[in-house]
């Protein structure tokens, strides 16, 4: 009964690599294959049609702080299972092993081009970037530490949106994280907010968006639904290109988009225009 057969399961978005390995890569823009010590040279960016490959937190700490460097806070928070779902611990403990990380968000603080920033960078190799407890609470510690600190925030995000694994408790994390920027703006400290590809849903939908500027990467998809989803539901299809880094910023969501290689210029150039406003900093 080839009826009830089931489909080849689709791979889950937290299993595929961010980071290519092997010796040699091929490209996802242009099909050229390229030589991976030189795509790392280049910050994982083709030369040849600068397709930007999806690279994790690590390797955004090293591009944009200064020698590298964040000196990481709150690593020892973890996952609880609240709602006992089947398997959630065990796959969390798992994909640690496997990355190397302790979750899908790193926090602390460091300095870009000389400021001292609060800074974060979601990855999404860990549980497709998924905002669950910890990374709602890790985010909000940051912004807290940044308005105590009076120091500039800067969050690079990445995410498929809540983690569906903690159910009512990981949407709690939008209002949690929106109100501390509530207190972020307050106390009149800007906030950066870079988006990369993909960030969708629940992170968006609260502290991604609300940027004092907002830059994304190209090629990055953004949005809330994506665009299967939308297009299923309202029975249409969509324009080509919609919901990608450039539509957003023809319609004023994001203020720039910036390629890899120029982000933590533009940051820098961002951070002396505020901080020299400000004087305070
Ligand atoms: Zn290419």
Known sequence: MKWFKRRKKLQPPEERKTVPDGLWQKCKGC????????LERNDFVCNNCGYHFRIGSREYIRILLD???LIEQDTDISAAD????DGYLKKIKEIKEKTGLNEAVATGEGKIGGFEVEFAAMDFSFVGGSMGSVVGEKVKRAILRAIEKEIPLIIVSTSGGARMQEGILSLMQMAKTGSALAELEKARIPYISILLDPTMAGVMASFSSIGDIIISEPGAL?????PRVIEQTIK????????????FLEHGFV???VERKELKNTVTKILRFFLKKNGKM
Not at 222 to 226: E, I, M, S
């Open 31 to 38: 099909g050229e294959i390229l030589y991976r010590k030189e």
């Open 67 to 69: 020698d590298g460097k």
């Open 82 to 85: 609240p709602l006992r779902f």
């Open 222 to 226: 953004l949005g809330f639904a994506g």
């Open 236 to 247: 249409q299809k969509l324009p080509e290109g919609f919901q990608r880094a450039p539509f």
């Open 255 to 257: 203020d720039t988009v």
